[in-house]
C-alpha cells in the first residue's frame, strides 16, 4: 500500500471520535483450547463439555497446538512480533457460564506484539495499529429466550480456543472501523485461522468509543460487547458517539462502562460498570508452563504462509492494470481471487472480469446470500462472455441477457455445448444477439436514419453531442439492438461531417 497515513475524519458535531477494537476470532482447530472436546457448532446443550471444560477436581488443561500455530500464522500476516516465550494467565470472575470462576487468558505476555492492518477506505489507504492479540478460552453461553423467569446455561462453547485481536485507539469513525473490521475478516479466513461465521459468533467485535474536542486528552470510553455483523458495529458506535455528545452537551460526565447495542431501538444502553485490568486479579496460571515458541517453527509456518490479501491486490494493479479499489475487491476472499485469476488469465480482459463480477455476479451472489463457489457462471464461462463483449460479438445489453441465461440454466442444458465458448456462441444465436459489424449493413442503416432525420443532422452538426446519441439511438432500432453502437458513431460522424 503506497501511502499509509490515516487523514484526520470529519468531526461530528464539533467532537472528534477514537474509537478502538477487540476482535474474538474463534481458531478453526478441531478440539478446544484445553481439552479434547469437539469445537462443532450446533450441538445440543452440554454435549461438548469434557471434565476439563467443567473443571471438575483434580482436571488439568493441555495446550492445543494447533491453536498456537494459527496464532503464528496471525503474527505474521500483520508483521508482528512472535514472542518466542508468552504466558498464560488466570482473569479472574465469577459469571454462570464461568465454570472455573476464572478464564484461561494472556495478559503481561501475549504471543502475539504489534503489528498493522492496512486497507482503502474511500479510495485512501489507512492502516490500524495493533497493541497485541493473545490467546484464551471462551466461555460458556446464557439461554434467557427460552426459560421464563429462568436463565440456562449451554456450556458446548467454554474452552473454545479464541484469538484476540486488540488495536490501538487509531479509528475516527464507524466507517473505518466497519472498513478495518471487514480487512481483518478477510484476512483470519484468508489465513484459514477462523472461518468468519458472524452468525455463529465465530468472529465479533467490541467496540471502544470515545469522543473529545480537537486537540483535547482521550475522553473515557464506553465498550459496546458483542457486535456479530457490520451493520450492527457501524449503528452501535453512530448511536454510542451520539448519546455522548449528548450527555457531555447536557452538562454530564461519561462514565466508563461496559455497553450493550439494543438492535430493535438502534440505542446503546449500560450493562455493567467497567472493570480495569486490575479488578481482574490476573496472575500467571500455575497449571500451564510458559509457551515457548521456537525459531525453527516460525519459519516452518512462514514458509508455508499464502500470499497474502494486501501482496496479491498489489500483484493485480501490476499484473493485470486493476485500480487499487478493483484489485481490493478481488481479493476479498482466496476463492473470489482464484476465480478472478483463472478467468483473466485465460485471455479475457482483465478490467472486464473485475467490472462483471464486482456487478452482475456479486448482485446475484449477494441477493442468494451466496459466495463465489457457489456462482453457477464458472470463471471460464464468464471469460468466454467477456471475451465476446471484447472481440464485438455482443453488446453489453446483448451479454447481460447471456449472462441471465448462463446463471439460470444448468451447464449443458439442452442443445447447449458444455465447452464455454462454444455454449456462449450457441446462446448468442439461439437468443439473436450476435451484433452486426459488417461495414456495409452498418452504412446501409445509418444512410436510412439521416434520410429520415435531417433535425437532428444539423444539430450534430451544431455541436449538439445529444443529437448523436438519438441517431446511433435510432439506427440501433433499425437493427433491432444487433449493430455494434460504437461503429454505428463513427459511420454518423464520418456521414454527417
Excluded at 470510553?221 to 457501524?234: D, G
Excluded at 497474502?308 to 500483484?315: E, K, T, V, Y
Excluded at 449493413?441 to 444539430?459: E, S
Excluded at 446511433?472 to 459511420?491: D, H, I
Aim: hydrophobic share 40%; net charge negative; with cysteine.
Amino acid at each position: 500500500m503506497k501511502n499509509t497515513v490515516n487523514t484526520p475524519a470529519p468531526l461530528v458535531r464539533g467532537y472528534e471520535v477514537v474509537i478502538g477494537l477487540e476482535t474474538h476470532a474463534q481458531l478453526s482447530t478441531a478440539s478446544k483450547a484445553f481439552s479434547g472436546a469437539s469445537t462443532r457448532f450446533g450441538a445440543e446443550p452440554n454435549t461438548q463439555a469434557c471434565a476439563v471444560d467443567l473443571a471438575l477436581p483434580g482436571t488439568l488443561p493441555v495446550l492445543n497446538r494447533g491453536a498456537v500455530e494459527r496464532a503464528i500464522r496471525f503474527g505474521l500476516a500483520v508483521g508482528a512480533t512472535v514472542a518466542p516465550l508468552s504466558i498464560f494467565a488466570r482473569k479472574n470472575y465469577f459469571y454462570p457460564d464461568l465454570p472455573k470462576g476464572y478464564q484461561i487468558s494472556q495478559y503481561e505476555t501475549p504471543v502475539v506484539q504489534g503489528g498493522f492492518v492496512e486497507f482503502v477506505l474511500a479510495g485512501e489507504p489507512r492502516r490500524v495499529r495493533l497493541t497485541r492479540a493473545h490467546l484464551e478460552e471462551d466461555a460458556g453461553k446464557s439461554l434467557h429466550e427460552d426459560y421464563a423467569g429462568q436463565t440456562g446455561i449451554d456450556l458446548n462453547r467454554a474452552g473454545t480456543p479464541l484469538l484476540e485481536i486488540v488495536t490501538e485507539p487509531d479509528m475516527r469513525s464507524a466507517a473505518e472501523a466497519v472498513e478495518y473490521a471487514r480487512a481483518l475478516h478477510t484476512l483470519v479466513m484468508w489465513l484459514g485461522i477462523c472461518d468468519g461465521n458472524l452468525q455463529e459468533g465465530s468472529f465479533r467485535c467490541d467496540a471502544n468509543v470515545s469522543v473529545r474536542r480537537p486537540g483535547a486528552t482521550y475522553g473515557t470510553r464506553r465498550e459496546i460487547k458483542n457486535l456479530n455483523s457490520f451493520r450492527f458495529l457501524q449503528e452501535a458506535i453512530d448511536a454510542e458517539v451520539n448519546w455522548q455528545i449528548d450527555l457531555i452537551e447536557d452538562g454530564g460526565t461519561v462514565q466508563q462502562a461496559t455497553v450493550l447495542f439494543d438492535t430493535d431501538s438502534g440505542q446503546t444502553r449500560a450493562m455493567r460498570t467497567k472493570e480495569d485490568a486490575h479488578d481482574y486479579r490476573y496472575f500467571p496460571d500455575p497449571d500451564l508452563p510458559p509457551l515457548v515458541i521456537a525459531d525453527a517453527w516460525v519459519q516452518a509456518v512462514r514458509e508455508a504462509m499464502p500470499e497474502l490479501p494486501g501482496a496479491m491486490a498489489r500483484r493485480f494493479e501490476q499484473q493485470y492494470g486493476l485500480a487499487p479499489y478493483d484489485a481490493a475487491q478481488m481479493t476479498q476472499s482466496r476463492a473470489f481471487a482464484a476465480y478472478f485469476e483463472e478467468a483473466a488469465g485465460s485471455g479475457a480482459n482483465a478490467k472486464l472480469v473485475a467490472n462483471w463480477l464486482m456487478g452482475e455476479v456479486s448482485k446475484r451472489l449477494n441477493a442468494a446470500g451466496a459466495d463465489i463457489a457457489a456462482s453457477p457462471v464458472g470463471p471460464l464461462l464468464l471469460a468466454a462472455l467477456v471475451r465476446r463483449v471484447q472481440d464485438d460479438t455482443l453488446s453489453s445489453s446483448g451479454a447481460r441477457q447471456v449472462f441471465e441465461r448462463l446463471w439460470t440454466s444448468p451447464a449443458g442444458e439442452g442443445a447447449e455445448p458444455s465447452e464455454p465458448l462454444a455454449r456462449v456462441d450457441a446462446l448468442v444465436d439461439a437468443l439473436g444477439l450476435r451484433q452486426v459489424n459488417d461495414g456495409a449493413a452498418l452504412q446501409a442503416i445509418v444512410q436510412a436514419v439521416l434520410a429520415d432525420n435531417p433535425k437532428l443532422v444539423d444539430d450534430v452538426r451544431a455541436g449538439k453531442d445529444k443529437a448523436l446519441n438519438a441517431l446511433v439511438g435510432q439506427a440501433m432500432k433499425r437493427s433491432q439492438g444487433k449493430a455494434n453502437p460504437g461503429q454505428l458513431g463513427e459511420l454518423f460522424r464520418r456521414s454527417i461531417g
